[in-house]
């Protein structure tokens, strides 16, 4: 595969699926990159780098195509892509001199050699750890019961940083899309100052629902009665479609969030007949306003077909989590959402945790301490437990 003009959309184009190369699992749809314990979120333009290389592993890529790839047009120059792979190798522990994943082609551009797979027999070794959180699951559980019987649900599960809201829903939604009856589309909201365009995670999620499992009738279900949104997954359509979808949906005209709205809603409930939906948007605090406006609109409008749509945010936090929580709690007043706050970790937890990260049971004197030290918290009780193994 090369990267030429035409992938050169591919920052949403790419596949959706985990890649695995050499112990390590990277999921581009998070920026997820983890081995054994090791696990770290990339920051999204440093995600795209690495998702771009490892699409054409094997093959350089010039830096200029790099970074039409993962700043569009706004890169000014390449010191922002040298900063990436740096910070690349410096994860991965890769050297430069002796490169075991990315190589530089010189004055060219760079080249991923180390081999990849998207094999699921490789995941199970990375898969999510989800501990303590039994109730929560068995909650999700209920939800989608519900969903499958023929009710649109749309829930929020909030809670503050590190708490565990992206490990609990993105477990949640592995564990439906391996029932394999189901549409699954998981979108990050990841600011609106990044450059996110509006309705960025619905995009994401549902460019991820086109290629799973029936993902070629969620697309053709797109064109039939979405059009506006198909036109803006390029890397869902070859040339001619789009210049024959182009012609079917007209140019663009006023209203044209009114027309998105209309078409997202009747494309669901066209999916929704076919089989239950789960569309997972994580970190919605940061979210554009379009994306949390269709997000109200569908809870409000909660005819009955099976949809569930989890969406996690950050509460308490600043503006940002004010302004999304009372969207929720105006929502949640009207019976239109439901609500799910996950609290830090018991005791039990951490102590689970804590066996799980040295290998053996910890006495009652370690974890009071780390529980204490760490206030439940999961993201805390990980730095503790690095900073004490350095
Ligand atoms: N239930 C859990 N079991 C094991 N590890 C967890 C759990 N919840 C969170 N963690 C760990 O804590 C860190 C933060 O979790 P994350 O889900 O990203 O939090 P949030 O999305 O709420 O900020 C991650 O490293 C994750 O692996
Ligand atoms: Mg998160």
Redesign the pocket.
Known sequence: MSIGAGTATATRGARSEARHFAGWSFDPTDGRLARGRVEVYLRPKTAGVLRTLVDAAGEVVAKRDLLEAVWGTSATGDDVLAVCVNELRRILGDDSRHPRFIATAHRRGYRFVAAVSEAPSARGSVGRLLLGREPESAELRRWWAEVHAGRRIVGFVAGE?GVG???LVRAFADEVQAGGDAYVGVGRCVGHRAGGEPYSPFLDALDAVCRGPGGRRARDVLWQHAPTWLLLLPGLLDDDEAVRLRDRAGAPEDGRFERMLREFSDALAELANAAPVLLVF??LHAGDTATVGLIASLAAGGAGDRVLVLA?YRDPDGPAGARIASVVRDLEWHGAARVMTLAAFDESAVRAYLTYRLGGMPDPETVAEFAERSRGNPLELARLLDHRAR
Do not use: L
Request: proline share 0%; glycine share 0%.
């Open positions: 940083s809201r992206t490990s994580d970190d996690t």
